[in-house]
C-alpha cells in the first residue's frame, strides 16, 4: 500500500476471525501497512461492542484497551462533531447507507483519505474524492 486509507470496524475485527483466515490475512496486511491509515472514534467503539459481544470467544476488556492503545488510538483521527454528523445526513440521503454507515463514510471524507476499506458498502464507489473498496472480493 502506498496511498493513506481509512478501515471500516469490519475490516479490524476479521484480524481476530480465525474462522475466516483469508480474511484474517488480509485485514493484518491493512493493519500492519506502513501507509498512515486512519480509523474514527466509532470504528474504537464499535469494534470494543463487537469484541465484547459478538466474537464467538469474546475478548477480555484488558486485551481490547490494549488493542484500542496500541493500534486504534494512535490512528484515530476523527472524532464527533457537528459537521460530521451533518455530513452523514447527507451521505444518507443521497445514498440510502444505513445511518451509522453513513457515519463512517463521512469520518473517511473527513479524514480526506483516497480509500475507504469496508466489506460492508458498495465496492467500487466513488463518494468524493474517495473510492469504497471490499479488501475481502
Known amino acids: 500500500m502506498n496511498a493513506d486509507y481509512f478501515l471500516d470496524t469490519n475490516t479490524i475485527a476479521y484480524a481476530f476471525d480465525q474462522d475466516s483466515a483469508g480474511k484474517q490475512q488480509r485485514a493484518l496486511e491493512l493493519i500492519e501497512d506502513q501507509a498512515p491509515w486512519h480509523v474514527s472514534w466509532q470504528v474504537v467503539q464499535e469494534f470494543s461492542n463487537v469484541a465484547l459481544h459478538r466474537f464467538q470467544t469474546p475478548l477480555p476488556a484488558n486485551t481490547i484497551q490494549g488493542f484500542c ?16 454528523h451533518a455530513k452523514a445526513l447527507e451521505i444518507h440521503t443521497s445514498t440510502q447507507y444505513r ?34 473498496i471490499n479488501p475481502f472480493r
Request: net charge negative; with cysteine.
Open 69 to 84: 492503545e496500541l493500534l486504534l488510538w494512535p490512528h484515530c483521527s476523527v472524532f464527533p462533531s457537528p459537521s460530521i
Open 99 to 132: 445511518f451509522f454507515d453513513s457515519l463512517i463514510v463521512a469520518a473517511a471524507l473527513e479524514s480526506k483519505v483516497p480509500i475507504l476499506y469496508s466489506e460492508d458498502l458498495q465496492h467500487g464507489r466513488q463518494i468524493g474524492d474517495m473510492k469504497i
